[in-house]
């Protein structure tokens, strides 16, 4: 589990893929401090397993699945990348739960100055912003934010110079493309209201019952 509090910008050093699966090296500096083989990475958002540690790189296996949720395709060596260890039980709680399992992609339509904010319009898919909640909270390349304004087809969040300088969302422009996470609760929310609704529609009728002898 993951908070959405990017720890450094890293560096992608190598993507090696083949038609079935694909490897990342990536470059940083404060997550290594403490990293381990097996230990999991938020990179972009993206919930990925440390493998080969060498110095200051790690290597993960990325599946296809994985690319085709994602903006991992546009990468390329050279390409900064948000970094997050996974919460310690003794950090803080600065952000909001973020799992690492990216909903879908958005794509930034619009950015505009607000003194010393930057706001950013993310346009997305129904699917995504049927769990988008005004004031809620939303991981953008693993970033946790809030939304601040809502549409039909798109949302907007307002960055703070701290999370602009420390993130590549500094980085970004009109028609990129970002790794979007939606809150965790509200689909567990609706999950469990259609299970619920599910299992109402049994096949065992009051006529089913009265024709085998139990009414």
């Known amino acids: 589990m993951f908070t959405g509090i990017i720890e450094e910008k890293g560096t992608v050093v190598s993507l090696d893929k083949t038609s079935d699966k694909a490897k990342l090296t ?12 097996g230990d999991s990475v938020a990179v972009n958002g993206v919930c990925l397993t440390a493998d080969d540690i060498s ?9 296809n699945e994985t690319f085709g949720r994602t903006n991992f395709s ?12 996974a919460m310690s039980a003794q950090g803080r709680f600065g952000g909001h ?29 129904g699917e995504i912003l049927r769990y988008i909640v005004l004031k809620g909270s939303v991981a953008i390349d693993g970033i946790s ?5 809502l549409t039909d087809t798109d949302f907007s969040v ?21 790794n979007l996470e939606n809150d965790i609760l509200g689909k567990y929310v609706e999950r469990l209201l259609s299970y619920r609704e599910d299992r109402k529609k049994s096949s065992i009728t009051a006529d089913f019952l009265a024709e085998n002898g139990f009414l």
């Open 145 to 149: 934010l809030t939304v601040a304004k």
């Open 158 to 178: 307002s960055i703070i110079p701290h999370t602009a300088q420390e993130t590549i969302l500094s980085e970004k422009k009109v028609g990129d493309q970002v």
């Open 97 to 125: 739960i973020v799992s690492g399992h990216i909903d879908g992609i958005g794509t930034i339509a619009g950015i505009s100055n607000d003194g010393n904010a930057v706001w950013y319009r993310i346009e997305a898919s």
């Open 26 to 37: 990536i470059k940083g500096n404060m997550i290594f401090s403490d990293l381990k083989p």
């Open 74 to 85: 546009m990468l390329k060596a050279g390409s900064h990348v948000n970094l997050e260890r």
């Open 55 to 63: 110095g200051d790189t790690f290597t993960a296996d990325v599946m």
